[in-house]
């Protein structure tokens, strides 16, 4: 893993705990449009925000970094390969809700 890939592992641990991009940069200070510049690999954080992101997310510097691709917390025992496929599923799911919400504020 490269620093390439921060900003998806940013997005999806952070979908994983419930967050959006939103959330996220209130919880940092930072405006949104910051949040998606990391995700999308256009800017990365300052050394205290990275700090402070992995405090948020309950997650590792070295797991958002590419230095560890273990997550902080178990997932039963799933290869790397599974552990992504999980958190694709999960970003895809939110997508899903998000697109439902979006339905349901119109009728």
């Known amino acids: 893993m490269t620093i390439n890939f921060f900003g998806e592992k940013l997005k999806a641990v ?13 919880k940092l200070s930072v405006s949104k449009g910051t949040i998606s510049a990391y995700e999308q690999g256009l800017s990365y954080p300052s050394i205290e925000t990275l700090v402070k992101i992995c405090d948020i997310l309950d997650t590792s510097s070295d797991y958002l970094l590419g230095i560890s691709d273990m997550l902080p917390f178990k997932m039963g ?24 919400d979006r339905n349901n504020s119109i009728i």
């Open 14 to 26: 952070r979908k994983l705990k419930g967050l959006t991009q939103l959330d996220l940069s209130k």
């Open 77 to 100: 025992g799933l290869t790397d390969k599974q552990i992504v496929s999980v958190l694709q599923f999960v970003s895809l799911i939110q997508q899903a809700n998000e697109i439902v």
